[in-house]
């Protein structure tokens, strides 16, 4: 029973000694933080989560060491989790409100608006909250719009640029046209010149035509022509006939 009673003790003052040091730690971060050393509050703060993991006001205050730094996203961090431990609704809406603060100034607007929402169910009096909701629900607004008239714009580009490479490609096909016909109408003026250096041999009935245009004396002589013709041939039969 003394066995036992001692170690309920030991965990008494060891709980007791603990909560001081935590203590200790919060009041020097403070100081710090209030002489604007707000590095030197940091490492306070982070000694004083380090003996009590679930302090919520070492946590809260590390997170607003963290902001004056511009660390905001881990800042937010810190305030999330020390609304969660926290059993005080004073130190909970307060952890929402920063929480909602260090996502604004990430330019997080539709995150920050859910905490403020909630900070002011915890506390409706809190005219901070209210208003940094309706700032926050306005830049939102501008925010969409902006992406809207960045996203017509991108569309109008791709649009022109749509139609650039269309004319282009209409360009090109003019050109690969022209250059088409050029070369057939070369094509064609070679072949008229190989049909001039190289005339076609004439038909039965032009050459009878021709014959007949003849004067009485190129008939003559064309007659004699074809007698001498005959009697050659007569001459070939006749040895043939030997």
């Known amino acids: 029973m003394k066995k036992i009673l001692l170690f309920i003790a030991i965990i008494l003052v060891s709980s007791v000694l603990q909560a001081q040091k935590e203590r200790q730690l919060i009041r020097e971060g403070n100081k710090f933080y209030e002489e604007g050393k707000f590095s030197e509050a940091e490492i306070s703060y982070q000694k004083a989560t380090d ?3 679930v302090s919520d006001k070492a946590t809260y205050n590390l997170g607003n060491a963290r902001y004056q730094q ?9 305030f999330k989790r020390a609304a969660e431990m926290s059993m005080n609704p004073k130190i909970e809406a307060k952890a929402l409100y920063n929480a909602g603060n260090s ?3 990430q330019e ?5 608006i859910p905490l403020f929402k909630q900070a002011l169910r915890l506390n409706p009096d809190d005219a901070d909250a209210r208003y940094n909701l309706a700032y926050a629900q306005w830049k939102l607004k ?5 992406d809207q008239q960045n996203k017509d714009q991108n569309k109008d580009q791709d649009k022109d640029q749509k139609e650039d490479q269309q004319k282009q490609d209409q360009e090109k096909d003019q050109k690969n046209d022209q250059q088409d016909k050029k070369e057939q109408d070369q094509q064609k003026q070679d072949q ?3 049909q001039q250096q190289n005339p076609q041999q004439l038909s039965k009935e032009e050459a009878e035509r021709m014959l007949q245009a003849l004067t009485g004396e190129e008939k003559k ?3 004699k022509l074809n007698e001498k013709k005959v009697k050659a ?3 070939v039969s006749k040895e043939k006939d030997w």
């Open 51 to 53: 003996v009590n993991p």
């Open 70 to 78: 511009n660390n905001y996203e881990d800042a937010t961090n810190h």
């Open 103 to 105: 996502l604004m100034s």
């Open 108 to 112: 997080k607007y539709d995150e920050s």
């Open 142 to 146: 501008q925010q969409q719009q902006q």
């Open 192 to 194: 008229k010149q190989d």
């Open 221 to 223: 002589t064309l007659e």
């Open 233 to 235: 041939a007569s001459r």
